[in-house]
């Protein structure tokens, strides 16, 4: 497997015989951290998720939940609870993913072959639904009864936070904001199957899409001229999310307009999220957001007023980074796990 040594974070007061395990499971990584209540993490270690098949998946959570325990002295029997903050969609009360976007399986089940194999209590969660908890108990939202959590990465999702309550819906997917329409002319189609979603044009999976599309409107001229086109061999099949943003930060003029229109897109998507939910704050996280801050959020903060009705909250990177999911993992088992 291509598990990486532990880091460990020996972290000054933290309650070692109050441990938790939270889990951020995305489309491409797991990661997994022992924390205390306090998300002091004593230990994390990460892998590319095994997609070989759909039990696969618990089972490699079960390996590493022993893997760093083992590694760092901890009695697995000891553990208080897990919290599992996993890509969508699902059926939280059943812990499992139905049909997850990022998987090839029609149901993936999480929460009874670990608790089963482990003896230990464990929730699922929406991964983004997750951050907004993660944000309020150990982030930038405390305190906060009105916030929304956005993230930008292989899909993209939110968690919302309204009049104290995190909004949840009857399966857990109250907040899959990725998929509302954008474009009715649908001309885009998703990971799910559906077109014109918002996640179909601005994700980080989804934007070569969006780039060989809107690539056909320039002259052909100018898009052999770029860049862009040079850093890909001429062959734009090739094309990733990290080409557009590395040839825009050296000032290659098609790629900069690229960006812009993608950040009004995303200035579409916000402009919802913040009709719909009426936040404070929104911080946004993701890999494409934290590799590409500017490049993200400004446009976003440009044209937001455009198509937003409500008042514009604060928009800021989340301070908890690539952490955002593991911590949101862990605000889930202290919320929904009932220690045995
Ligand atoms: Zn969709």
New binding site residues.
Partial sequence: MLGRRPRVFWVKGLVKDELWIGIDLGGTWVRVAVSDRNGHFAAKTSEKVDKSGAMAISGQMIRLIRFLCHEHGFDVKSLRGIGIAATGPLVQQEGVLIHPTAMPFDCVPITKPISKELGIPSCLINDAAGAALGEKKFGAAKGLDNYAYITISTGIGCGAIVNGTLLLGKDGNAHEV??IVIDYEGRLT???G?RG?W??YCSGSNIPNFIRMRLKDEPRKTVEESLLFRMVGGDLSRLRAIDLFAAARKADNISAKLVEQIGVLNAIGFANVINAYDPSLITVGGTVTLRNKAMILNPIRKHVKDYALNRIPKITVTPLGDDVGLYGAIAAALTYVSPC
């Fill in positions: 990725g998929h998703c990971g799910c559906k979603h996640e179909a």
